[in-house]
């Protein structure tokens, strides 16, 4: 409940979500099924959620663009996800009479397939809505906006309805807005923007559940993923998923390489399963990437995936295959969970077999960390680690970095078990 009043929980095959708008404050309730959970965890630690738990029933106080994970006994087999939405009323009415916006009103699921956006149309779902569908926009001038705060699943259960494919998929589209919505999404990228200079996401939410029909080796379904495109704001999200959460790119096979730069990622959340990175700058950077600032972020979990030649961390750059990453600032960083890596900071050959033949080491220059939070010490420890003495990681500061609460001052103090061809590494 919020404030008293009911709120449906929405069931996928792993975490649950709650998800209602508000003004201001309220108090939100959960009630567990018995047994009552011995202990519960609501994730980020670093925002300090002040709440407390009587018999079977947790009350905590949260407010509009609050995004939290409940995990009862600490447990990631079955957490809740509440996410706070500003009060839409405005919103909704003036999409309702908007000829240019296509919208899908609560109370219903919408079977739809393609949404119709074409060259023109804009796309509102509100909240109490699910539209079964996906959105694919591509080659189109004049701006898009995809807003509201209800459901876009993206999960085919048969596909009839529709093939599976990328839930968001956006490509030579300048100036798009991306606002408040929810993904769920099993297979492939989930949000995936491509050239598209001058977009602004906010608040969205991405619940990518695991299904792996996509790939034989991981899941391939990415929360985010901003590929050669320029001036990018992500701000205030939320991506659960069971590969990289957010991830820039440069370059693939499916489209032509292009810088990659002055790109934001403010006050967002990540938890890769298994897979992935929870901030991840790679793989496919054959344009390269230049000025990508990162600032209060908060990696609640960061996956393991066993003995392979990828590499899962926290904060992570793989420039493989890449020219070049440089000019990359971290600025408050909590890292609650690493499972392989916090901090992976490396040049390597491709891991992918039909890039290996296009393969050339890069180098990693100019990366500032500044107050940087490990919860805990990763199985795997820290890299930062170039692939020869042309192809280096190198003048990279360490500002306030503290792991398990006492302050880094060494690469060894830091845990870093591989630091070969790495140059003018500082902490301060």
């Not at 109490?128 to 591509?138: C, N, T, Y």
């Not at 609640?300 to 926290?314: D, L």
Request: aromatic fraction near 12%; glycine fraction near 8%; include cysteine.
């Amino acid at each position: 409940t919020a404030d008293g009043k009911k709120v449906t929980v929405v069931q996928t095959a792993e975490p649950d979500i709650a998800v209602f708008g508000a003004d201001g404050e309220v108090t939100v309730k959960v009630t567990f099924t018995k047994p009552a959970p011995d202990s519960v965890a609501v994730r980020p630690f670093a925002k300090e959620y002040k709440y407390t738990i009587k018999k079977n029933t947790l009350t905590l106080k949260l407010k509009p663009g609050d995004r939290v994970s409940v995990e009862p006994n600490y447990s990631w087999q079955k957490p809740l996800f509440i996410f706070v939405n500003p009060l839409e009323a405005a919103a909704v009415e003036a999409a309702k009479n908007d000829p240019a916006t296509v919208f899908y009103e609560a109370g219903k699921v919408h079977h739809i397939g393609q949404l119709p956006l074409g060259k023109t149309k804009n796309l509102y779902i509100q909240g109490g809505a699910v539209v079964e569908g996906f959105v694919d926009v591509r080659n189109r001038e004049g701006g898009l906006t995809m807003a509201g705060c209800g459901i876009l699943d993206g999960r085919p259960a048969d596909g009839v309805t529709f093939k599976k494919t990328n839930p968001v998929r956006i490509q030579n589209c300048p100036d798009v807005r991306m606002n408040d919505l929810i993904v769920l999404n099993e297979d492939y990228w989930t949000t995936y923007f491509i050239n598209c200079d001058h977009t602004r996401i906010e608040n969205l939410h991405v619940v990518a559940t695991f299904s792996n029909l996509a790939n034989g080796f991981g899941c391939e379904n990415d929360g985010l993923d901003i590929c050669a495109s320029q001036d990018v704001v992500v701000k205030g999200c939320f991506i659960y998923c069971h590969d990289d959460a957010y991830c820039v790119k440069s370059s693939s096979k499916w489209w032509p390489s292009r810088l990659a730069k002055d790109i934001t990622f403010e006050d967002c959340i990540a938890w890769n399963v298994d897979s992935g990175n929870s901030f991840e700058i790679g793989h496919m950077l054959g344009g390269g990437v230049e000025n990508v600032k990162y600032k209060d972020i908060y990696a609640i979990h960061s996956g393991r995936r066993g003995k392979t030649t990828f590499h899962r961390a926290g904060i992570s750059i793989h420039p493989s295959p890449g020219p070049f990453v440089k000019n990359i600032s971290y600025e408050n960083v909590w890292i609650e969970d690493p499972l392989e890596h916090a901090v992976c900071f490396e040049v390597f050959t491709s891991p992918y077999k039909n890039l290996q033949a296009d393969w050339y080491a890069g180098y990693i220059e100019n990366v500032t960390v500044k107050n940087l939070h490990v919860y805990k010490k990763s199985p795997l420890g820290n890299v930062v680690q170039g692939y020869d003495a042309d192809s280096k990681v190198q003048n990279v500061r360490f500002i306030d970095f503290y792991l398990e609460g006492k302050k880094v001052n060494s690469l060894s103090d830091g845990d870093f078990r591989k630091a070969e061809f790495s140059e003018n590494i500082k902490f301060e």
